[in-house]
């Protein structure tokens, strides 16, 4: 089965990947943990922000390790701050 995830990055993590999105064909289904392996190796400059970067998959915050499946949305949250 192939796995298609369009993966959306937003301020700090889109300057820091050097782009907004990113579109991800797989051979198969990949846990949130993987997904976290290769966007680190693909976007090393990521690594710094990791510990409060936040994932979202279809519009909902991950808590722990999570699978993907086909047409999965991620998105890249990185810390708010507010005034």
Do not use: Y
């Not at 050097?18 to 400059?45: I, K, M």
């Not at 510990?51 to 998105?75: H, K, Q, S, Y």
């Amino acid at each position: 089965m192939i796995v298609a995830m369009r993966i959306l990055l937003f301020g700090q993590t889109k300057d820091a990947a050097g782009c907004s999105e990113v579109q991800w064909s797989e051979t198969s289904p990949r846990d949130t943990e993987e997904l976290w392996e290769r966007l680190l190796h693909e976007f090393p400059a990521l690594s710094r922000q990791r510990p409060v970067i936040r994932l979202a998959r279809n519009g909902v915050f991950t808590r722990g390790t999570e699978m993907l499946e086909a047409n999965d949305e991620i998105a890249l949250i990185p810390p708010v701050s507010g005034g």
